[in-house]
C-alpha cells in the first residue's frame, strides 16, 4: 500500500505483483468509487486501462464511467467489487 495520491482527483495507490513477478502501480479513484481495502497478500482482480512506463507500468480507470466516456473498470477483493 502507498499513501493516497490528493493531487487533482483523489487516488488510492497500491502495488500488485502480476504473473511472472513484475509489479504494477494500481491509481484507483477514490472520488469516483469506494475506497479497496486492500491487505498485503492476499488476490486481487483488476479491470481497468494499463499503461507501460519504465517501473512497470500503472492501472488506472479502475472505476464505473457516469458520463459514458470510457470504457469503465472494477476492483474485485474478497468477493465485492468496486467500481
Known amino acids: 500500500m502507498l499513501s493516497d495520491d ?32 486492500i491487505k498485503s497478500n492476499r488476490n486481487i482482480a483488476i479491470y481497468g486501462q494499463y499503461e507501460w512506463n519504465e517501473k512497470g507500468g500503472v492501472v488506472h480507470w479502475t ?10 473498470g472494477w476492483i474485485e477483493f474478497q468477493g465485492k467489487v468496486y467500481q
Open 6 to 37: 490528493n493531487e487533482g482527483s483523489r487516488h488510492q495507490r497500491f502495488i500488485v505483483k502480476v504473473s511472472g513477478g513484475h509489479t504494477v502501480l494500481v491509481a484507483h479513484n477514490i472520488d469516483v468509487a469506494p475506497r479497496v481495502p
Open 63 to 72: 472505476h464505473a464511467d457516469s458520463i459514458g466516456t470510457h470504457e469503465g
